[in-house]
């Protein structure tokens, strides 16, 4: 069989790259050595916890909702759960009321560090912050037209 595309790796760039190519048109070939594709996107869990077994999260930072509209995928997104635990207290991070449990937390375990725990969270608060504007951005223009771009550069 003839190919248009061979791409060598079934991680998030592989198949997003096979994604757009297929839905021109193009054959493609993916190839994957792993057992399961997605690369670094996994997880895994033990003792009632869920872990990132490569990135931390796929956020919808304005690039990742256009793409899959343009692919006709409607998949809704999983807030992505974040819980911290010293000893037997766990904090299950929502919003920024529960950072203010995980300050209390904090105080509580290390009270010397008062001064350095109110700057480490004034941090957080200013990422979080930066998080909620950069997530509210549906930037479809990241988005391209692959029959233009590509053409027929795989002949």
């Known amino acids: 069989m003839i190919y248009d595309a061979i791409i060598c790796g079934g991680g998030i760039a592989g198949l997003t790259s096979a994604s757009f190519l297929s839905k021109q048109g193009f054959n493609i070939l993916l190839c994957e050595k792993e057992a399961k594709l997605g690369g670094l996107v996994n997880s895994f869990e033990h003792n009632d916890f869920t872990f990132d ?4 999260a796929m956020e919808d930072s304005g690039i990742v909702s256009p793409m899959l ?3 006709g995928i409607d998949i809704d997104f999983v807030k992505n ?3 911290i635990g010293f000893e037997d207290k766990i904090i299950h991070l929502e919003s920024k009321t529960t950072l ?3 300050q209390n937390l904090l105080t509580k375990i290390f009270p010397q560090n008062k001064p350095e725990i109110l700057k480490i969270i004034e941090e957080i608060k200013k990422v979080m912050s930066y998080m909620d504007v950069l997530y509210g951005i549906d930037n479809g223009s990241a988005t391209l037209n ?3 771009k590509i053409g027929s550069c795989y002949y």
């Open 146 to 148: 692959w029959t233009e």
């Open 81 to 83: 759960k974040v819980s």
């Open 69 to 71: 509209r343009q692919l």
């Open 53 to 56: 077994g490569g990135i931390r």
């Open 100 to 102: 203010e449990e995980y």
